[in-house]
Nanobody
C-alpha cells in the first residue's frame, strides 16, 4: 500500500507564498500521475498541478504563472511552490499518486488558508 505524507500547509496573507511537500513510500520514477489537487468547501476536488508519465506537467488555468510543481525522484517527493496566493486558493490540498502497480492513492490532505 502506498503512503503519501503531505506537509507545508498553513495560514498566509494574500500575496504570500507556501511550499507543499508530498513524500511517497514508493519509487515515483514510473508513475502515471503524481501531483496536487484541492477541494474547497462545497466544491468538487480539482486538479492544481501534476506530473504525468514522462515528466510532463499539467496546471489548472487559475494557478498558471503562480504555482510551480517540482519533484526530487531520489527523495520520492513532489513539491508545490505557491506564490502570489489569493483568498480563492483557500482549500484542502491533496497529493495523488497513480501508477500501474499501485493504482490510485491519496494523501490525508493539508489545509491552506489565504486570509488577511
Amino acid at each position: 500500500q502506498v503512503q503519501l505524507v503531505e506537509s507545508g500547509g498553513g495560514l498566509v496573507q494574500p500575496g504570500g507564498s507556501l511550499r507543499l511537500s508530498c513524500a511517497a513510500s514508493v519509487n515515483i520514477f514510473s508513475i502515471n500521475v503524481m501531483g496536487w489537487y484541492r477541494q474547497a468547501p462545497g466544491n468538487q476536488r480539482e486538479l492544481v498541478a501534476a506530473f504525468t508519465h514522462g515528466g510532463s506537467t499539467n496546471y489548472a488555468d487559475s494557478v498558471k504563472g503562480r504555482f510551480t510543481i517540482s519533484r526530487d525522484i531520489a527523495k520520492r517527493t513532489v513539491y508545490l511552490q505557491m506564490n502570489s496566493l489569493k483568498p480563492e486558493d483557500t482549500a484542502v490540498y491533496f497529493c495523488k499518486l497513480q501508477s500501474t502497480p499501485y493504482g490510485i492513492s491519496w494523501g490525508q490532505g493539508t489545509q491552506v488558508t489565504v486570509s488577511s
